[in-house]
């Protein structure tokens, strides 16, 4: 054991240990570190102390030493509408640092990392990629729904309403008694909800573990067992990169684009695979979303929510369905491949135990998870280019009406989301218009979510399937309409995005995966002559940043493009 060796090396750290309330029994057994993001500040952290207690227990019940660690994280939903969101891609940085800190400073046999959101799941995930050590991802699970089957997105029709006087104090009391009626992740299909599932596919969660009902004791159960299975791979010397393979992200892509998951997870799981040294092309997306059925009725790009989901079988029943499509001889956290894991979880039951509870919303399997037969759509997302996007960018068609599935449209163009949601919630935007929203990619303004813009769009009875949003930021998980995210090259790295002018036509097309100005100041331009108009704009340059400070400025400083993960 690598504690073993190391601790021969220096007394010291024995007595330190003792004095942290080791036994003599303990500092000679596997000690394994336990990180959470344990912390008040929302749902999807208070809780997890709970969870990463069961993973303790687990370890001393495998003969281990477990050694609990934490560095919280933040919600993406409260740092809507200020300038909080700019720090929140950074702070997956932050985080997966943290923890190669902790896994770095002690010689630990194995870990296991416990999170539930945004931006904590691939935090971890980068940091299991990065670190030599066995380790399990433990995910926090889903919220319970609200009323009437609503999420906590009630908050951005709210929003809109509240900013044109049309609340009441009564009505907003009300959501806030509800909106989020219990700790977990939120209960849509958001980035948060994907990245657990992304963990799972990947390998790195045991089995079934992705967005179980945060409040139900299955979760606390399957926490346990993850405190198990890290000491089975530290016995056999399992480490990540064993189940981190090139195919394993291809498994994790495919089950992506079968349950429609978040746009963020073409930034996230290319960084994590970086860690590894493992490239995913942006076309890799691209050709699995051309040939894989879009299977999950999930909000937003379906009907249901997560605990929905889960009950209906939850990823492992997605991966049933799409045995054919999936690398089945991978490895996963279980020490088994892909395909044992759903040999057993056939056999345990676990893809009828929990369909009553489905029974209970009146609903069945096939409501939630689409048979192959009954897809409505291939794929969910889509990475489009041209003269705007040189490098891509990314939209998720999956939640957008079919009848904005092409459009073209005049510019309104803004160098901040402030300034397009003034415009939409003030009533200056027009049907048919393309919002274009600048320098606020990673280099930008930190790649801030734009939801709040969005569901201004889609909450907006004269605008919702009539414009577009095109974008150098990102958008959060839950993000409806014809949201166009991820422009590369960004407005601050001087990429066309910064050139367009209002009354520009932009014309997309997601069949032809195609995004291009097509005419200047109202009138269709040919391609060389719009190429010409750009270039003459490009000599202005492009608007200077604000100086920043700490995480912030190296983050700004050093980010690499979104179609490259948007890490450093």
Partial sequence: MKSQRERALWPQFDALQMGSGFTSGDIVRPQILV??????????STHLSRLTEQVKYGVYQAGGVPCMYHTTDVCDGCAQGHDGMNIVLASREAICDMVEVHASAVPWDGMVLCASCDKSVPAHLKAIARMDIPAVFVPGGSMRPGPFQTTSLVAGKLSLKNRRGET???????????????????????TASTMQCMAEALGM?????????????????????????VMALAERGITPDKILTREAFENAIIVHSAIGGS?????????IARELGIVLEPELFDEINHRIPHLGNIDPSGKHLTESFWFAGGVPYVQKLLRDYLHLDVLTVTGKTLGEDLEDLERSGFFTRYL???????????????????????????????????????VKYSACVKEMLRHRGPARVFDSEEAAHDAVAEGRIDPG??????????????????????????CDRRLNGTVALVTDGRFSGATRGAAIGHVSPEAARGGPIAFIEDGDLIEYDVSKRTLDV?????????????????????ARGVVPRPPRRGLFRRYTENATSAMEGATY
């Fill in 356 to 394: 009553g509870y489905l029974a209970n919303y009146g609903l069945t399997r096939d409501q939630v998870i689409f048979p192959v037969d009954k897809a409505p759509e291939v794929g969910s997302i889509a990475i489009l280019r041209g003269n705007i996007a040189p490098e891509g960018s990314v």
């Fill in 205 to 229: 969660a045991l089995p079934g573990s992705a967005l179980a009902p945060a409040t139900m004791r299955d979760i606390l159960e399957l926490s346990r067992n993850a405190g198990y299975a």
């Fill in 168 to 190: 009441t104090p009564e009505e907003l009391r009300d959501y806030q008694f509800t909106g989020c009626p219990s700790e977990g992740a939120c209960t849509f299909l958001g």
């Fill in 518 to 538: 097509v005419g200047i100041r109202g009138e269709e331009r040919s391609p060389e002559e719009v190429a010409a108009v750009l270039e003459q704009r490009k």
């Fill in 35 to 44: 990180e959470d993001v344990f912390g008040d500040s929302h749902p999807g």
């Fill in 263 to 271: 746009t963020n997870a073409t930034l996230h799981l290319p960084a």
């Fill in 433 to 458: 218009d393309v919002i274009v929203i600048r320098y606020e990619g990673p280099r930008g303004s930190g790649m801030p979510e734009l939801l709040m813009t969005t569901e201004a769009i889609v």
